[in-house]
């Protein structure tokens, strides 16, 4: 039973670019949460999609946005990369609602996104 | 969610038991305790949660104080692949998609 998977692990990308981050979340799971986590910090969340809806928002920028799928994968896009924007980005997932028992989130290993 | 406070840095020594604590006096009766621990540049890893048992799997024990004011992190036989930092969460387990606020966490260092 394969884990939560991200895509790509690593990438650089120059300021004022775009980026796609993708994330397939762990068999049985409906909910994909992403988080930033810059070097040395603990994880921010940015937000979290249900039912292919946005369903819970941090403090980020609309810059920042995301879209997920029928099949429960996701993305998290960034328009106008800033420097400050390099980041380990965390894709977590839920247990289906129908199945849970709990909210646990289970995390993925993460895109390290390096802007210059 | 509450607010937790737990120390920054602690060391355990190799096949001794790490004892991880957390203050967390703000908790409200809906709210539960979580433990997830993050090795270097990985993703963090669930450990364990409760409410107000104590709970026990085949990774720790969470020991949860009577008056849910703060509670206790049990790794029973450290290994040095344990060393991370460890974070202790508290959130509503509602369904309704809470996300997780990280604090600073406990770096555990385990050492031969």
């Known amino acids: 039973d394969a884990g939560v998977t991200q895509s790509p692990t690593h990438l650089i990308k120059t300021r004022g670019q775009q980026v796609t981050l993708r994330c397939s979340p762990k068999s049985g799971h409906d909910t994909v949460s992403w988080y930033q986590q810059a070097l040395g910090q603990e994880p921010q969340f940015i937000f979290q999609?249900?039912?292919?809806?946005?369903?819970q928002r941090g403090n980020f920028p609309d810059r920042f946005s995301g879209h997920q799928f029928p099949n429960y994968s996701s993305e998290l896009n960034v328009n106008a990369l800033l420097l400050g924007d390099s980041a380990l980005y965390l894709c977590a997932s839920t247990p289906l609602l129908d199945a849970r028992t709990t909210d646990t989130q289970y995390f993925g290993p993460g895109t390290r996104l390096t802007v210059l | 969610d509450a607010k937790t406070t737990q120390p920054p840095s602690m060391d355990c020594a190799e096949g001794r038991a790490a004892n991880l604590p957390c203050n967390h006096s703000t908790i409200s009766g809906n709210e539960y305790v979580y433990w997830y621990r993050q090795i270097h540049s990985q993703g963090p890893q669930y450990i364990i949660h409760g409410l107000k048992n104590n709970e026990t799997n085949e990774m720790a024990s969470l020991i949860i104080t009577e008056d849910r004011k703060s509670s206790t992190l049990i790794l029973p036989h450290a290994t040095l692949r344990d060393t991370a930092v460890y974070y202790c969460?508290?959130?509503?387990?509602?369904?309704?998609?809470?996300?997780?606020?990280f604090g600073g966490g406990t770096r555990l260092m385990v050492k031969p």
């Open positions: 999609y249900y039912e292919e809806e946005e369903r």
């Open positions: 969460i508290v959130r509503a387990d509602n369904n309704a998609g809470n996300m997780l606020t």
